[in-house]
């Protein structure tokens, strides 16, 4: 019988600018979702961006892993939230793909109505929409609400991916500004069907032509399903009346509840995929369950000093965690963290300072300065360590095909990341760098292992882009290292470029834009996938990588409308085929998209 847990709790804090750096915030979080207080605003996607939107992780991720098409499991071994993104089994491995909303701002007093229409179109009906509009009631109201769909049948059999995501957010601001209250649901709601990958893939690689739906597949009849709902109440209270002068004293709290499953079938598991079989071999049902309550409550103290506001805070955070297994209570805690922070900032330049602790589990230091100036551009370093107990799933895990317990320590972990952007010669480098201790990866049997000495891994990257009357090029290199590879693999070098033309016509009402661009990465061993916990793990089987995967694209936009016309991977089938995109996932091959995207503000 399942045990429900409530905890009313008290307490913990924020402020505004320090929320969405906090790493607890991220992990509780589903794709780019974030609480309202940081006042991010909406922005509009630039031809550029649109030229990939059908696959973002060429545009911004080279060391992106993938089953499939839209909506299937992706892993960055290379992010810098990797020690608890791993350990966290298979759920955030649909978080790239999966739902990523627009983020209401309501805050902003600039325009009253906000709309973004979004709907992608490939081949074998592959498509997806997005919905979004956001609008300032009278008397302090003000709502938004986004709304998104996606199906992919994918290349080839068992295949097909379907997702569905809703968010409503409310919101009232009284007429002195010094009250907002803030109500947000978010649901979302994924379908994938797991094959397994294809079980030969010499006839897939040698074929001079191939129907991919004929390969034969390792699961026949198995599939995952994600589901995760998340409820949050934020309010904010300015003590010092706004019409005053500083210094300004604001409290702030927020609750939220985050209900996330995950559940593996299969209804025919003795195919010769799986060697182990726990409690049926003749049908497969894993649920795991994850439930957090965290109440938070805070306090802020900013002050002027000339140009420069300087602003102090503290509070504190308890938190109520549930894990299920297969319907039982397997793990049961509350936690109790404190927070504490500084930042500066004027219209140039910010610092902060950030220092979180909880009572036994969690110590987590944060510093970060950027700085923009005219002649130099813009200046980023971020600096972070911290100390994290493992999740739950890591330490204890019953399933049919899988079980697990473990003593496993406290992650330890230092990261840097600087960056130098010069937009007058749109130029950019940088460098993430991270040093960890007791890492948790999945070996070669798709199980649990700590790293128990200090590993170094990391990227270098350099952008570009060239201009010369009406036609550009972009060019990215990414050199990436790894300082054991028996724990973290990553493709030494991986490039992309592209060469286009850009005009403007009719009188500069159409924004055209096309041409060709290619992606490339170094051969290695890379990952193979476990869809039955929806992990990536090592293997030494055989290497991926080493090929182009080239693209052509015409962009059109018109005022607020862009429309996109992309054929990915041209060259697919082009000599041997060799593309993977994890072990035994071969990446989409020839692929027809078009896409529309408008935006409507007032």
Not at 332 to 356: E, G, P, R, T, V
Request: aromatic share 16%; glycine share 8%; charged share 20%.
């Amino acid at each position: 019988m399942r045990n429900r847990v409530f905890i009313l709790s008290l307490l913990i804090a924020f402020s505004p600018l320090i929320t969405r750096a906090s790493v607890l915030s991220e992990d509780y979080s589903c794709g780019s979702y974030d609480n309202a207080f940081n006042g991010i605003s909406t922005t509009t996607d630039t031809v550029r961006a649109n030229t990939y939107f059908f696959d973002p992780s060429r545009r911004d991720q080279s060391t992106l892993i993938g089953t499939g098409g839209y909506g299937t499991a992706r892993f960055n071994p290379l992010s810098p939230a990797m020690e608890y993104a791993v350990s966290r089994i298979g759920f955030n491995q649909f978080d790239y793909y999966g739902y990523r909303p627009m983020l209401f701002n309501h805050a902003d007093t600039a325009g009253t109505r906000k709309s973004r229409t979004e709907y992608h179109l490939g081949s074998k009906k592959e498509q997806h929409i997005n919905l979004y509009h956001y609008q300032h009631l009278n008397k302090g109201f003000r709502f938004g609400v986004s709304v998104g769909a996606h199906t992919t049948p994918g290349d080839f059999t068992r295949q097909l991916s379907s997702g569905r995501r809703f968010m409503l957010s409310t919101a009232y601001i009284d007429t002195n500004s010094r009250y907002m209250a803030i109500l947000s649901y978010r649901f979302h709601r994924l379908f994938n069907e797991e094959n397994g990958g294809i079980s030969s893939d010499s006839s897939f690689e040698a074929a001079s032509s191939l129907d991919t739906r004929t390969l034969p597949i390792f699961l026949d009849n198995a599939g995952i399903k994600y589901r995760q709902n998340q409820y949050d109440i934020n309010h904010s209270y300015k003590i010092t009346n706004t019409s005053s002068s500083l210094p300004e004293w604001s409290l702030f709290h927020k609750l939220s509840l985050n209900r996330t499953s995950f559940v593996f079938q299969s209804e025919n598991p003795d195919s010769g995929y799986f060697n182990t079989f726990l409690v049926d071999s003749t049908t497969t049902y894993d649920s795991t369950f994850h439930q957090r309550i965290n109440n938070q409550f805070g306090v802020r103290y900013s002050r002027e000093f000339g140009l420069t506001t300087a602003a102090l805070g503290a509070g504190l955070w308890v938190e109520n965690s549930i894990y299920r297994l297969n319907g039982y209570d397997a793990v049961s805690y509350n936690q109790l963290m404190m927070l504490i922070y500084f930042d500066l900032a004027n219209q140039k330049s910010s610092a902060a300072f950030q220092w979180l602790q909880s009572v036994d589990s969690l110590s987590e230091v944060t510093a970060s300065l950027s700085t923009n100036t005219v002649d130099y551009g813009k200046f980023k370093l971020h600096l972070r360590y911290r100390s994290e107990r493992p999740s739950e799933q890591v330490l204890y895990y019953v399933s049919n095909h899988f079980s697990w317990v473990n003593n496993f320590k406290n992650t330890r972990s230092l990261l840097l990341d600087f960056s130098h952007v010069i937009e007058k010669s749109d130029f950019e480098y940088g460098v993430n760098f991270s040093t960890a201790n007791g890492l948790i990866y999945f070996r070669e049997d798709a199980l649990p292992q700590q790293f128990n000495k200090q590993l170094a891994y990391g990227r270098v990257y350099l952008k570009k882009g060239f201009r010369l009357g009406k036609f550009g090029t972009d060019q990215r290199l990414v050199y990436s290292f790894s300082g054991n590879e028996n724990v973290i693999r990553l493709p030494a070098i991986n490039y992309f470029g592209s060469v286009y033309y850009r005009n403007l016509l009719f009188k500069n009402a159409l924004d055209l834009r096309c041409g060709l661009d290619a992606t490339i990465w170094s051969s290695y061993y890379s990952y193979g996938y476990m869809p039955a916990t929806a992990v990536f793990y090592l293997q030494d089987d055989r290497k991926t990588g080493g090929f182009p995967m080239l693209g052509l694209f015409v962009d059109l936009k018109i005022k607020t409308a862009v429309i996109s016309l992309r054929l990915d991977h041209f060259n697919a089938g082009i000599g041997s085929r060799e593309y993977y995109g994890a072990y035994r996932y071969p990446l989409q091959g020839r692929t027809l998209k078009i896409g529309v995207t408008w935006n409507l503000n007032d």
